[in-house]
């Protein structure tokens, strides 16, 4: 698998915004981390992710409506294309993902896409045994949300790095 050795993520923390429940958990961005000049870069996104035990895969894009995930983490490798994606919720910060990025957020953290190439594909994985609900910012969402986040394990391993990577060490409660 061709992933940058010793690569470090940025970290971005993101407030709570009221509908928006965010984490206390660091978003990490891993910049140019995969190697997807290949003939199959989604395929090589899924390699990387299964071999560091993330599942539960798919292919596709990111949603242009404001959501989140209350109940698991995520990990979105960009296998293609570039978009601009809004990552906090309406307060939070527009960032610039491009093929070779991998992205984790943490349960709760919104997002978005704004603005996407037209060959924009992404692979989604989660942590073992976790399972994906699409939340929209609502009050009602919000206060429920506030209950189910603190209960979401810290995942074992890195989705890019595995289990010495970055995620492991920033994540530990």
């Known amino acids: 698998m061709a992933v940058k050795e010793k690569i470090e993520p ?20 891993y910049k140019h981390a995969v190697d997807v000049v290949k003939a199959e870069p989604e395929r090589a996104i899924e390699e990387l992710f299964g ?17 989140y995930h209350s109940t698991a983490h995520e990990a979105l ?21 491009s093929a070779g990025d991998v992205v984790v957020l943490p349960a709760g953290t919104g997002h978005q896409c704004i603005l996407a190439s037209r060959d924009f594909s992404v692979v989604g994985a989660y942590p073992p045994g976790q399972k994906m609900e ?11 949300a506030l209950k189910t986040i603190p209960q979401v394990g810290v995942p074992e391993t890195d989705p890019v790095m595995g289990k010495d ?9």
Request: a positive charge; zero cysteines.
């Open 134 to 144: 699409i939340t929209r910012p609502t009050p009602e969402n919000h206060a429920k």
């Open 77 to 97: 490798g960009v296998a293609q294309g570039h978009a601009r994606v809004r990552f906090g919720g309406d307060r939070g910060k527009e960032i610039e993902v």
């Open 51 to 67: 071999a560091n035990r993330w599942g539960d895969m798919w292919r596709n894009g990111i949603f242009g409506y404001l959501h």
């Open 165 to 173: 990577g970055p995620l492991v060490r920033l994540w530990r409660r």
């Open 10 to 29: 940025l970290t971005i923390a993101f407030q709570d915004d009221g509908l928006v429940p965010n984490n206390r958990l660091p978003f990490l961005i």
